[in-house]
């Protein structure tokens, strides 16, 4: 009997690798899409699997929606990747990414509890290394047992939402994981975030399609997978570990947006400097300096294999970029719509 699993956030970068991934698996793979009324590039990263895949109108803020699809529905497992996932419009809409990534995550788990009457569902959250903000061990890097102090709203509601994940594994004995996921890119990241947006201008910049990029801090540091290897151990955490649990996922490699340039603008050899501009607009209110994980605990438990490094990953992502270069994207849909609407 084929296993039956529900991932929120199926259109999104993690979302739509890990579809991929249960449906190679054999599974019967559901999964949540808010409903738009431009639906132009809300789908693409699933349009190739549409048809094998069971797809539900929803949102995690509307609890009602969701009540209906696990009444409907006892699901072995559920992946809550969902989320308003970037972290520089958290400061500007923080009410809005509490009520998603905190309060959406209390609706999984109420409607989870309310009709998994044998307690079958295992449940992985979706937490993140924001949470730590700038604590860190002596070491330098941040574990399952680093102090948690978030510097931005996106890494309060996740650290909000996670320990809500405990609590609901105390005290109703409900098997909810977190997975501590360092930062991951890959071709599917938006280009309103930092990776995409670099490796999509130097695929512009090499084709002489933008002659500058305007970023912010080049010196915050992260360490930086592949969302494609992520995914797995997402899976892994649910099917090879013993017990429920908090896990780190990282490389263990930390590098500066500085760098991430740099490299980027190698693979077209070209120099960052002759192309990069500060813009103070790009910078945060409160700034995640230094971000490096330890993943020991992880590999203790299962056999994790990242066959993605930063180079070949960042190698990826512009290759996508200059091979999509005449295909609008997010930005630049609604950028034309925009200059329509003023005529």
């Not at 409907?72 to 972290?87: I, K, M, R, T």
């Not at 105390?170 to 994981?177: E, F, K």
């Not at 590999?299 to 070949?312: A, E, M």
């Amino acid at each position: 009997m084929k296993k039956k699993a529900f991932i929120t956030g199926i259109s999104g970068q993690d979302g739509s690798y890990l579809a991929e991934l249960l449906l190679n698996k054999n599974y019967e793979v559901h999964g949540l899409i808010r409903r738009h009324s431009v639906a132009e590039n809300q789908t693409v990263r699933i349009e190739n699997n549409r048809n094998r895949l069971k797809l539900h109108y929803g949102d995690l803020t509307d609890f009602i929606s969701l009540q209906k699809i696990f009444s409907q529905n006892v699901f072995d497992e559920v992946y809550n990747l969902g989320a308003q996932s970037n972290v520089g419009i958290s400061f500007s809409l923080p009410e809005y990414t509490q009520q998603v990534n905190y309060i959406g995550f209390i609706n999984i788990l109420e409607c989870i509890r309310n009709n998994d009457i044998e307690n079958k569902t295992k449940v992985y959250q979706a937490s993140s290394s924001e949470m730590f903000g700038n604590e860190c061990e002596s070491n330098g890097t941040q574990n399952e047992n680093t102090p948690m102090i978030p510097v931005s709203p996106y890494g309060i509601s996740k650290l909000s939402a996670h320990r809500y994940a405990q609590h609901y594994r105390r005290a109703y004995g409900m098997w909810i994981s977190c997975g501590i996921l360092f930062n991951h890119e890959s071709p599917r990241r938006g280009t309103n975030f930092v990776t995409g947006k670099i490796c999509k201008a130097v695929a512009n910049i090499s084709l002489k399609k933008q002659k500058k990029l305007q970023l912010g801090n080049l010196e915050s540091s992260r360490d930086w997978g592949h969302s494609e290897d992520y995914v797995k151990v997402m899976w892994q955490i649910l099917n090879e570990a013993d017990k429920p649990d908090d896990f780190v996922c990282c490389t263990g490699i930390t590098h500066t947006v500085r760098d991430f340039c740099d490299k980027a603008f190698a693979i077209e050899n070209l120099d960052y400097s002759d192309y990069v501009v500060i813009d103070k607009k790009y910078f945060r209110d409160e700034e995640l300096i230094y971000l490096r994980g330890d993943n020991s605990y992880l590999l203790s438990k299962i056999n994790v294999d990242l066959n993605w490094d930063l180079n070949s990953m960042i190698k990826e992502m512009i290759n996508y970029h200059k091979e999509n270069a005449g295909v609008m994207g997010d930005d630049e849909y609604f950028s034309s719509l925009n200059n329509y609407l003023k005529k």
